[in-house]
Structure formats: C-alpha cells, structure tokens
DNA sequence: GAAAGATGTGAAATCGATTACACATAAGGA
DNA sequence: TCCTTATGTGTAATCGATTTCACATCTTTC
C-alpha cells in the first residue's frame, strides 16, 4: 500500500493524503473519504520515505558495550525517559564488548534515520575520533570524558579517591583489631584503554590509598574485562599466589561478585567440612575468610542477595537524562555550544539490614 | 554529500558511481578517479535511499521487554551470532515492560528499514496478534508460544513440572528429618497474561506438586511483576502473613534474589543480635530460617553470589540462534512453512561448590 | 464591489540512491 | 567477414513519501 493507491482509491491526489495525514488543507469531505479508505486498508506511511524527504525521523540511536548490565540499563532508561517524553523514540545496538562493532554501529546509525546518537562510552580510538569530528548527526557521549562530542561523566577519579581511603581506613582498623599489621590490599581493574574506570577510577584509588600512606603492590593487582568471570578467575589467581590478602578492590561490582564467588569457593577448601550444609556455608568462609570486596556501580542484585559491600553510587540515570537532553538541545535547537558535564558520586557503605 | 556530487567531481554519471560501490561494469580507469574521489570527500551513501529502492537492508530489529535482564541477554547474544555471521546487523528496542509501547516499537520496525523483527514475547495481546497476522515483514516470536508467527519458545510447563517435585520431594525429606509435617510452600508468580511463564510454568509446577501429593494454597501464593523488588515485597508480606511456609518458589531466579532479601530482612530481627556481627550474619540466617528458595532461568550471577538455588536451565540462547535462523530462512529464502519450535531444558540442583 | 486573506486542490519537483534500457565498443568464434 | 558475447557508459525511471507552486474558490473587510 501506498500514498498514491490510497489517493486513487480516494479520487484524491497523493498530496492530499500526505495534507491529510500531516494536518494541512483538506475538506471535511475528503477527509471523510481518506480516512475510510485508510481505515480499510490498514495503511501504514513508510517511514523511510518520509524520512528521506524530511530529514526528521524522531528517534535516536544509543550505542552500548554491552546489554545485561544494571548500570548501562540505567542509563538508558534515564534516555528513554526524557525522549519519549519529547516524542522521540530509542533504538539501542549493542557491540558485545567489541570496540570494533562499536565504529560499524555509529556508522549504521549515521546512515540510517536517526537524528541523533548517544554513545555510551568505553574505550575511545582514534577511530572513535575521527567519527566524532566530522559525523553527520550530532553524538553525546555518556560515560567518558572526549574533547570530540558533547560528553557527560562521572567523577571516577574522586570516587576512587574516596573508595581508596575508606579502604585503607578499613585495613587499618582491622591492624589495630589484630594487633599486627599483617593484609595487604588488592586490586582487580580494567584495561587502561577505558579512561573512565582504567585510568581515573584507578588512579583515584591508588591516590586514596597514598593519603592515607598505603600502597598498592605491583602483585597485588590484576587486569580483567568487565565480566564476572574474569573477576572470578582473577581473584582466584590473587588468592592462590598471595595469602595475606585482606581486601579486594574491584574497578566495577560485577567484578567483585566474581570475587565474592572465588573467595567462597578458594575458602571452602579451608573449611571443616562440617561447619555448614551443602550450599549454605557463604556465610560462615564470609565470617572466617577475613576477606573483604568492595566494588563501584551500586548494583542492586548484588547488594540484595549478599547485604551491600562498599560500594560507589554514580548517577547513572542522571547522566542518561542529561545526556538525551543535551542531544535534543543540539537537534532541535541547533545548540552549538560544546559541553561537557562531570556528574558526582555517592560513597555506599553497606547498612544494618532494615525493611524498606 | 550526494552520490551525484560524487560523480560531478568524478567526471562520470552517478550510475557508474553505484556501480562501482556494488560491483557492476566499470572500467579500472574510472574506478580509479571515483575511488579516489570518495577518499578525498569521505563520502558514505545514504543508506536510506538505498533501502526505499533495494528493499533490503540486511537489519533485523529485536523488540525486548527489558535490557538488564540475563535470560535476555543470553538470547539477544545468539541472534547476533547467527545474524553478523550471515551479514546483518540487529537493532533493539526496550519496551520496560511496558506491552504498550512493544506494539509501538513493533510498527516503527515495520516501517523502519527492517528485513525482519524478532519479538522476545510477554503477553500477547489482541493487538500483537492483528500485528503479527499482517505485518508487512516476517516475524519470529522467542519465548511464548503463538499461532499467529513463527515461534520459539521453551518447555515451561515440563520445566515447572520438574520443579514441583523437586520442591515436594525437599519438603518430604525436611518433614522425615525434623519428625513433623509442618511446613508450606509458597509460590511467587507473574501475570497470567504472560502464558509461558504466568501460566504454562505455574500450571505445570501445580502440577509436580500434585503428582506427589502436594498442594499450592491459595492464600501462599502471589503474583508480581519481573523485578527482584517485586519479589522482594511479595515475600515479605508472605513471610509476616504465615509462619509456616519452608519454600518460596519463585517463577525467575530475579524474582527469587528479591524473596533471599526479605529472608535475610525478615529474620534478622529473629535471630539473637550477637549472632555475627553486622552485614555478616546472612549465612547464619540461612542457616536456621530453614527457608529455602527457588526459582527459574539459572542466573549466573544469583549461583556465583549465593552458591546457587534450585532452578531450571532453558537454552535462551539457542532459542536466540534458532528465532534468528528462522527469521532469516524466511527473508531469505521465502520459506513460507509456518514452524513453531518448542526447546528443553535442565533442572539445576546447587553443587558443592567446586572450583571452575 | 474590489481587494485581501483564508481555505482547498493537484501537478510536479524533490530526497538519494538503484537499475532497466539503449547504445557503444572490443573481443572471440564460425 | 559477420555474428555473438562481454564489457562499459549515461539517461531516465523508480522507490514512497513531502512540499512548492500555481491556481481555484469562498469569506471578510473597507
């Protein structure tokens, strides 16, 4: 079905359709004529052709790393929230964590209708330069500092400072505790390529570290994607090779549920086997592992299933709003003004259990 | 840019420059000046265009309920294997579990550029089923079970089956050791508008019980929407209501992390303050609640933090690669054999944990 | 009653690509 | 030599919508 069949069918022309659908001049009698045709027919405009001529699609395209994650859906469900609310519509392409995809998917997005892009941000090459600078439509970045495109972040260096001290506070606290000062500390981080979480999250913490006169040691730290699984063989690792571990920092908390798992089961192995059923015995080697894990992102699963480890609150939502706002700003008003945004954070110590 | 500025600077018609880019009947001479002329520009085709006159845009768009979600996740993952491997790209679109919005996101792939759309099922409405009876592009429908398009979808009510018994027989083996039949079963459920998991996996759980004698009272029963809060709240309110129940079954793992939160919330304030000190005392509650927990979907990241629950595998991601191979037979190759596929599954029991 | 303005209408151009077609030219086979 | 066949090339039609433009008609307003 198209435009010029429902104007035959109508004894109208094409262009009295298209008034018709997009609210010029047309007579309350034609009217009546084209919408009971349209209503026969279940015509449907199509889009593309609409875009084509009209350069306006209402919808933009978000790049993601990855799609089963709380903090990325997060920060689209703030973009969604303010698009639709402006009559826009979201369409996400996920890359699996492959930064190659990622270019191929901003590319897809450019030459397709969309009139906008929202790149939610790891690693940026210069092949990610290079597209920010002369691309088409205009881009928000969400999660990473760039000079290239509008960008909205986190203070990942100041939250890794905060989480620094309070772990070596923690470390210290549990010297006096013992009386000796025996444990050291761990880190298990992410690729430097990733400025946001491999540089400034790491970074901070070691400088968090420092102002309390600690240290991270060389062998103490670990580099991972951003899975639990590679967390989990990671902190396996550190925990076999190193035995006086005390705690394990790790760049996000998904890592560190990975870690809670290689603690549980590197403990269980030093656990009399009658201590606990089957299953059951997470909170005993918790108790007796003397092992903490402490994270960043705030995630909600883990804090419920296991009561909260030390942990960073990014606004993620937040900067999903800002950053569909300041997209729509660009594109429907033209704003031309650079912008970027460092958005807080909120330290999370894990609370007495309480009813909510 | 314009594929007709392309061929003015290029010195030939703007048909030698298509050909060129889809590898018709050009001479090495022009190729050379167009090759040359698309580097200096940096010109890339409209792909829209392209599309309004191909009709082919080697795109599939998937409509999903939610994005953090792991089952999800796993069967987006096996579309995109099977779609990149075969030279197409996937689009998603988010609904938030809102079954309004699917039929929205549903018509813009429609009449988006889409070859075809793969829809991860909730409910099915009337107007999902007019949608699927005369969409203008094929369809494939993952996960719930319609006579209106080609589905996938898993064996939910063996699933559920299996883990009725499961649950009588623990609850068989608790009565035996503790010498008295006391003790409930309580079942946390989803709307039964969404016929797989709502129905087909509650029905068929009703049912294991029954094949060993057990009953599902009313009054130990709720209904709750996808999320761990929702479980959470539904689990409290059973757990203060009555004192009796020994099992919470839920009908997915997420909704099974919300009722080990209220557990561990609950019967903290039964459990002696001294016990363990604060934020450790969860395996103690495990412990002596004497409640336990299952669910569906067997989510990684539940087993890896809790030591796992009782739950039931389903092969999302084969269901993703098999809805793409479908989709794509029918693109493709016309196929117009209507298929409907139903998949197994696993019932998973917690292991000693062992390292992996 | 004439000018100005609002309301209606369809033909045709347009968006940016692909491709059928007509027409060259060169090479190979009889 | 003549007839196929393969290789190149540009013009123009096409995809399905929107929108400009020219031209009607019908109200106002002075």
């Known amino acids: 079905m198209t435009i010029k069949e429902i104007a035959q069918l109508a004894g109208v022309s094409s262009a009295a359709v298209s008034r018709y659908l997009n609210g010029g001049y047309v007579s ?42 709380e903090s990325i859906s997060r920060v689209t469900a703030g973009i969604e929230q303010v698009l639709s609310r402006r009559g ?15 270019i191929t998917y901003l590319k897809l997005f450019e030459n397709y209708p969309v009139d906008g892009i929202i790149l939610i941000g790891t690693v940026i090459t210069t092949g990610h330069k290079k597209f920010l600078k002369d691309s088409k439509v205009p881009v928000v970045v969400v999660g990473q ?16 400072k905060a989480m620094g001290r309070l772990v070596a506070a923690e470390l210290k606290k549990a010297w006096k505790e013992t ?5 050291k500390i761990a880190y298990i981080g992410v690729t430097k390529e990733d400025k946001a979480v491999g540089v400034s999250r790491e970074d901070g913490f070691r400088s968090g570290l420092k102002s309390e006169g600690m240290l ?6 670990k580099t ?15 925990l076999e090779q190193k035995q006086d571990i005390r705690i394990i920092s790790c760049a996000t ?7 809670i798992e290689a603690i549980l089961v590197y403990s269980r192995q030093n656990v009399p086997r009658s201590a606990a059923d089957s299953g059951t015995r997470m909170q005993y080697v918790l108790n007796h592992s003397g092992i903490r894990v402490t994270g960043f992102g705030d995630n909600q699963f883990l804090k ?14 937040t900067s999903g709003i800002r950053g569909a706002e300041l997209l729509l700003d660009v594109i429907e008003r033209g704003e031309k003004i650079p912008i970027e945004m460092k958005l807080g954070f909120r330290l999370e110590e894990p609370q007495e259990r309480e009813k909510r």
């Not at 826009?88 to 990622?102: I, R």
């Open 179 to 183: 009386g000796e000062s025996r444990g």
């Open 88 to 102: 826009y519509q979201m369409l996400l392409a996920s890359t699996d964590n492959d930064p190659g995809k990622e």
């Open 224 to 238: 991972v994607e951003f899975t639990m699984d590679s967390g989990y063989h990671a902190a396996l690792e550190l």
């Open 28 to 69: 309350e009698e034609k009217k009546e004529q084209i919408r009971k045709v349209i209503e026969e027919t279940g015509y449907q405009p199509s889009a593309q052709a609409r875009i084509l001529r009209t350069k306006k699609a209402c919808l933009v395209g978000v790049v993601v790393p990855k799609i089963n994650s």
């Open 253 to 259: 908390d998904t890592i560190a549920a990975g870690a």
């Open 216 to 221: 991270l040691e060389p062998d103490y730290v």
């Open 304 to 317: 419920a299933v296991t009561g909260g480890i030390p942990t960073v609150h990014f606004g993620y939502k």
């Open 145 to 160: 500092y760039t000079k290239y495109a509008n960008c909205i972040y986190h203070d990942d260096y100041g939250a890794g």
